[in-house]
């Protein structure tokens, strides 16, 4: 299953609402996660079954979708928002992907 | 706190064996309420799920990689490792050990990342 995230990067500034679009090439269900990794630190969970965000996740962070269109919207973006952030799949065992990632930087 | 820390030598040459070691910290590797994987990340930072390790020994794999990788544990020191031969200047990567968790819809989730390991293909 290939997930293919849109725009590859985007620019905004602190107080925007952004939107992150990932699609999966077939129906995946609600089988997908959202990380967010910072220069030089490991990916860290945000949301999981779609739209539950992990422990100590603003709530400005959401997830949306279903079977092949998904959506992660920052509302109020924060200067520790800016980062690079990757959708992941687990509908297909026995191969668990990921998106090529976004890049979220500062306009 | 769970806590992940990779080791393992940084530079390796082709045609030979990558191997990682995934101390964990925080919890148990011989739990049944969690797995243990190992995910890489390329220089142009393309994600790949390696393979995941259950608390019986069983492992699955990437198919991509199956026929070159290894994936065991050892309880008695609460650690896990990563074996990958043959490898290739493609195998260069930040490799990173993970917990594997299901929630209870069945989706699969990486939720404690190591640091990584920065692994080195070259002669």
């Known amino acids: 299953i290939q997930m293919t995230q849109s725009p590859s990067s985007l620019s905004a500034s602190v107080g925007d609402s952004v939107t992150i679009t990932c699609r999966a090439s077939q129906d995946i269900g609600a089988y997908l996660s959202w990380y967010q990794q910072k220069p030089g630190k490991a990916p860290k969970l945000l949301i999981y079954d779609v739209s539950k965000l992990q422990g100590g996740v603003p709530s400005r962070f959401s997830g949306s979708g279903s079977g092949t269109d998904f959506t992660l919207a920052i509302s109020g973006l924060q200067s520790e928002d800016f980062a690079t952030y990757f959708c992941?799949?687990?509908?297909?065992?026995?191969?668990?992907?990921f998106g090529q990632g976004t890049k979220l930087e500062i306009k | 706190q769970v806590q992940l820390q990779e080791s393992g030598p940084g530079l390796v040459r082709p045609s030979e064996t990558l191997s990682l070691n995934c101390t964990v910290s925080g919890a148990s590797v011989s739990s049944g309420s969690s797995y243990w994987g190992w995910i890489r990340q390329s220089p142009e930072k393309h994600l790949e799920w390696i393979g995941n390790?259950?608390?019986?020994?069983?492992?699955i794999y990437n198919p991509s990689l199956k026929s070159r990788v290894t994936i065991s544990g050892d309880l008695s020191k609460n650690h896990f490792s990563l074996s990958l031969n043959s490898v290739t200047a493609a195998d260069t990567a930040i490799y990173y050990c993970?917990?594997?968790?299901?929630?209870?819809?069945?989706?699969?989730?990486?939720?404690?990342w190591g640091q990584g390991a920065l692994v080195t293909v070259s002669s």
């Open positions: 992941q799949q687990s509908y297909g065992p026995p191969v668990y992907t």
């Open positions: 993970v917990r594997v968790e299901t929630t209870y819809g069945g989706v699969v989730l990486f939720d404690y």
């Open positions: 390790i259950f608390y019986s020994g069983g492992a």
